[in-house]
């Protein structure tokens, strides 16, 4: 089975938004961004002399965290983005296939082969199917190049069947 996609920067930016609370990495800066927030904020209370208020504490803590978490994820994906080149191998038209060994990506820029015991999930979104190949490295597929939605669904059952096999 092969597919041809081109990977655009709105199918990442799409991506990365998806993402956004499904990561444990971004959970858990999100948890950092929270303590970091409610510690100061504690400090703050305390060094004022007035009696800490819980519910304020929890306030200010989840919103500056919230913000904070917000701020970071948006610099990081404007970095992404802006690393991101055709000439790179990131954006563009990718050719993904399927094999015994593995899923093969090329790019005008670099071939691959990952083997499927060493990618980690596979995931079917409605616009996309996601491969991690390695923490915070994807595979991005997008629906709107397949020539069918059987197409599409097909190809993941193909990629979710093989994942995790050893390769023959």
């Known amino acids: 089975m092969q597919v041809d996609v081109n990977v655009t920067r709105g ?3 799409r991506f ?3 993402k956004m609370f499904r990561l444990k990495s971004n959970l858990l800066l999100l948890a950092i961004m929270i303590l970091i927030v409610g ?4 400090d703050g209370m305390r060094d004022g002399g007035q009696g800490v208020d819980i519910l304020i504490l ?4 989840l919103v500056g ?3 904070g978490f917000f701020v970071v994820f948006t610099f990081a994906t404007i970095f992404v983005l802006l690393s991101s080149t055709a000439r790179s ?7 993904y296939s399927i094999d015994e060994r593995g899923f093969r990506e090329a790019t005008p820029a670099n071939e691959s082969l990952n083997y499927w015991h060493s990618i980690g999930k596979v995931e079917k979104g409605r616009s996309a199917i996601s491969l991690e190949i390695a923490p915070w490295l994807f595979h991005v597929l997008p629906r709107r190049d397949f020539e069918s939605d059987e ?6 059952a193909e990629i979710q069947s093989r994942v ?5």
């Open 151 to 156: 197409a599409y669904e097909s190809f993941f």
């Open 16 to 18: 990365n938004v998806s």
């Open 58 to 61: 929890l306030g200010v803590a």
């Open 11 to 13: 199918d990442i930016v």
């Open 89 to 95: 191998g990131t954006l563009g038209v990718h050719t």
């Open 39 to 42: 510690l100061g904020a504690w």
């Open 65 to 67: 965290g919230m913000l």
């Open 164 to 168: 995790g096999r050893r390769s023959g």
